[in-house]
């Protein structure tokens, strides 16, 4: 009968779990358009792209930590691709994009929304590899993304 008593004591608990996890992905996935907010994207069928196709990556980090801001908590992430193919890395591009969150709770429910433009890449196989830098902890984490332009 004490529901929120016994919430609280799984919250602290996945506090202390939380922080002991390496930052890893939940789920990286192409969509079909920029999404919009944790949990809502359009899935996309397949990895092949048009020439100029921008692709869209909805990607749910796990494992950052907060940085205190009085009563706030903050998510700062930056990220990194490297754009190879079967000839070797076409390209490094380190600190793209930021993503960030300000929050007075610890939110857990946080997405990645990436969006490369790969404009000029001629037909043939590629991997985006993108590496993720928690800007509070410290910690990485990289995922492939294989693509196909066609």
């Given at each position: ?143 492939d993304m294989p693509f196909t332009i066609q």
């Amino acid at each position: 009968g004490k529901h929120i008593e016994a919430l609280e004591a799984m919250s602290e608990g996945l506090d202390q779990l939380w922080a002991q996890t390496p930052l890893a992905l939940r789920k990286a996935v192409f969509v079909s358009e920029p999404p919009s907010r944790f949990g809502v994207y359009q899935g996309r069928d397949g990895s092949v792209f048009k020439p100029g196709e921008k692709l869209f990556i909805y990607a749910e980090p796990v494992g950052y930590a907060y940085r205190k801001d009085g009563d706030a908590y903050e998510i700062d992430m930056v990220a990194d691709v490297a754009l190879r193919s079967p000839r070797g890395t076409l390209g490094v591009q380190k600190g793209f994009a930021t993503f960030g969150l300000k929050s007075l709770a610890k939110v857990r429910e946080f997405h990645v929304p990436i969006t490369y433009d790969f404009s000029g890449l001629e037909a043939g196989e590629y991997v985006a590899k993108t590496t993720l830098t928690d800007q509070v902890s410290g910690k990485k984490t990289s995922f492939d993304m294989p693509f196909t332009i066609q």
